[in-house]
């Protein structure tokens, strides 16, 4: 059963830590997605990949970095967490080329405190 | 700029009930995808549906059916004789002709309730 794979279900981070979100899919998927997930604001993409060592920012990408360093893992960095960025986590992934729909994972739902 | 629209936020019906859900979609793109994705309290995002700009055609899965209408702009989503277990979060997405990005509306939160 292919899938992508968060690496945490629930997280509860201090303000200022750096925190890390990992995100690995087994569908040899070359595009990666990170977005967030807020009540009334639906996704809102963070950052995309469309190959290894490849980043693009998306909509929100601010407080927020990236790194992939293998084609099948994905993380997303918060380099000094804030209460605003307490939200749903998901990540999903896609084959090249346009017009494939997303596979996701279940969702990391962080909380900083 | 895309841009995808779902006016409803929250809908509840009782079990049985027909249901439509809203979607409007903006692009300046000719060609571009619609999608349906449902979002169950477990959390991950499903897949339920993806049409091409060149195909109008009405499609029905069982007791889901998809309303596609250039002219308007919209991509509606019905579910008859609803069940409990449809209970969910349904997102609409667009993604215009070789993007790899998909734009996704806010989201309607469907109850239905026994």
């Known amino acids: 059963d292919v899938k992508v794979t968060q690496s945490s279900r629930y997280l509860v981070k201090r303000t200022g830590e750096k925190v890390f979100l990992e995100c690995v899919q087994d569908?040899?998927?070359?595009?990666m997605f990170w977005y967030r997930q807020d009540p009334g604001l639906g996704l809102r993409l963070i950052y995309f990949?469309?190959?290894?060592?490849?980043?693009e920012k998306g909509d929100i990408p601010e407080g927020y970095s990236v790194s992939r360093e293998k084609k099948e893992r994905f993380s997303l960095i918060l380099e000094s967490a804030s209460t605003n960025q307490t939200s749903m986590y998901l990540c999903?992934?896609?084959?090249?080329?346009?017009?494939?729909?997303?596979?996701f994972g279940s969702g990391t739902r962080l909380t900083v405190v | 700029a895309q841009k995808v629209t779902q006016a409803q936020t929250e809908i509840s019906v009782v079990e049985k009930e027909d249901v439509t859900l809203d979607c409007v979609y903006e692009?300046?793109?000719?060609?571009?995808?619609l999608f349906w994705y449902k979002q169950p309290p477990s959390g991950e995002l499903v897949f339920l549906i993806r049409?091409?700009?060149?195909?109008?055609q009405n499609e029905i899965s069982g007791r889901y059916s998809w309303n596609f209408q250039k002219s308007t702009s919209s991509f509606n989503f019905t579910i008859t004789a609803s069940q409990v277990v449809d209970s969910a979060v349904y997102f609409c997405?667009?993604?215009?002709?070789?993007?790899?990005?998909?734009?996704f509306g806010q989201g309607t939160r469907l109850t239905i309730n026994p």
């Open positions: 692009t300046r793109d000719t060609t571009y995808y």
């Open positions: 049409r091409n700009s060149f195909d109008e």
């Open positions: 997405a667009l993604s215009d002709w070789g993007a790899q990005k998909l734009v």
């Open positions: 999903a992934s896609s084959p090249a080329g346009g017009g494939y729909g997303y596979t």
């Open positions: 990949s469309y190959d290894v060592k490849m980043k």
């Open positions: 569908m040899d998927h070359e595009n």
